[in-house]
Antibody, heavy 116, light 108 residues
Framework: EVQLLESGGGLVQPGGSLRLSCAASGFSFSAYDMNWVRQAPGKGLEWVSG?????FYADSVKGRFTISRDNSKNTLYLQMNSLRVEDTAVYYC????????????WGQGTRVTVSS | EIVLTQSPATLSLSPGERATLSCRAS??????LAWYQQKPGQAPRLLIY???NRATGIPARFSGSGSGTDFTLIISSLEPEDFAVYYC??????????FGQGTRLEIK
């Protein structure tokens, strides 16, 4: 069974940093593109960053967030620096479906609140 | 960036009725469109990929169609558990991925 378990969320002041982790199990982690998707309170879904034929970021986080993975630990990370109030959201770790054009598996999400 | 516009924003129907949800892209996404269902407090769940293929475990009452810029998700006969928010998503021009703003399907 595929499982994705995020951790690392919390309350941080504007300008601060957080590192999110996503522990994956039940599949060959190194063989799949992995992504982060977020959802601000009461809002829709927003793709944040992904690994797939390279590393890519949404314009809204470029230069502030860094995605990485440790295939030996089956873990995906998101280092978030210079956090802004508008980064407040639930952050989901996702695994793409074979073929890579959609998100087949989602974690339960970890909540990030940026507030003074 | 490809913009996905979903309509209607809210759809009010009764169990047993047929639901038709629309997603329109600002430029062609070929058939690279997916649909997700999200219930309150839960992560989204993949329903349809590549416009018309049901994901694993998705009931047959869910069907998707379309290509290019116009797509439709149909729920043939609504069950009580189908009332949720539905999102479309494209990954036609990777690395740009976009979601529609969502359609809320509520009980009438």
């Amino acid at each position: 069974e595929v499982q994705l378990l995020e951790s690392g969320g919390g309350l941080v002041q504007p300008g601060g940093s957080l590192r999110l982790s996503c522990a994956a199990s039940g599949f060959s982690f190194s063989a799949y593109d992995m992504n982060w998707v977020r959802q601000a309170p009461g809002k829709g879904l927003e793709w944040v960053s992904g690994t797939g034929g390279g590393i890519f970021y949404a314009d809204s986080v470029k230069g502030r967030f860094t995605i990485s993975r440790d295939n030996s630990k089956n873990t995906l990370y998101l280092q978030m620096n210079s956090l802004r109030v508008e980064d407040t959201a639930v952050y989901y770790c996702t695994r793409v479906r074979d073929g890579g054009r959609c998100f087949e598996y989602w974690g339960q999400g970890t909540r990030v609140t940026v507030s003074s | 960036e490809i913009v996905l516009t979903q309509s209607p924003a809210t759809l009010s129907l009764s169990p047993g009725e047929r639901a038709t949800l629309s997603c329109r892209a600002s430029q062609s996404v070929s058939s690279y469109l997916a649909w997700y269902q999200q219930k309150p407090g839960q992560a989204p769940r993949l329903l349809i990929y590549d416009a018309s293929n049901r994901a694993t475990g998705i009931p047959a009452r869910f069907s998707g169609s379309g290509s290019g810029t116009d797509f439709t998700l149909i729920i043939s006969s609504l069950e009580p558990e189908d009332f949720a928010v539905y999102y479309c998503q494209q990954r036609s021009n990777w690395p740009s991925i976009t979601f529609g703003q969502g359609t809320r399907l509520e009980i009438k």
